[in-house]
């Protein structure tokens, strides 16, 4: 299932991923009816990288940022073992969020620039 769902997004272009995913649905229909599903109805969304500038495919595609933000908070989070209430949570989280968004506004992804 993994490499035919790989086929879709890794396709070299919008019309021949969404010939991968007639592929997918034909195989997985059966087996996974609520995965298919769900992925014909996001479908749109999930190519919606096939707009953009070919080198630009790769990191649009990919959720690595969201995860690295993630990754930061469980490792912040973690050490503390107990909270005293929720607000000493939210308080972490945000700082942790609030120094991505900062270094973010006052940088440039440098393969964004690349393909521009």
């Given at each position: 299932m993994k490499s035919?769902?790989?086929a879709i997004y890794r396709a070299q272009n919008r019309k021949a991923a969404q010939a991968a995913f007639r592929a997918?649905?034909?195989?997985?229909?059966n087996t996974?009816?609520?995965v298919v599903k769900r992925l014909e109805r996001n479908l749109p969304e999930l190519l919606s990288f096939y707009s953009f500038p070919k080198p630009l495919w790769r990191s649009l595609?990919?959720?690595n940022v969201i995860e690295r933000c993630f990754v930061e908070v469980?490792?912040?989070t973690r050490p503390m073992v107990c909270f005293v209430h929720l607000q000493s949570v939210?308080?972490?989280i945000f700082s942790?969020?609030?120094?991505?968004n900062e270094d973010w506004r006052n940088h440039t992804l440098h393969v964004f620039t690349r393909a521009a």
């Open positions: 035919d769902a790989q997918f649905q034909a195989r997985w229909q996974y009816p609520a595609r990919t959720t469980r490792r912040r939210d308080r972490i942790i969020f609030n120094r991505f």
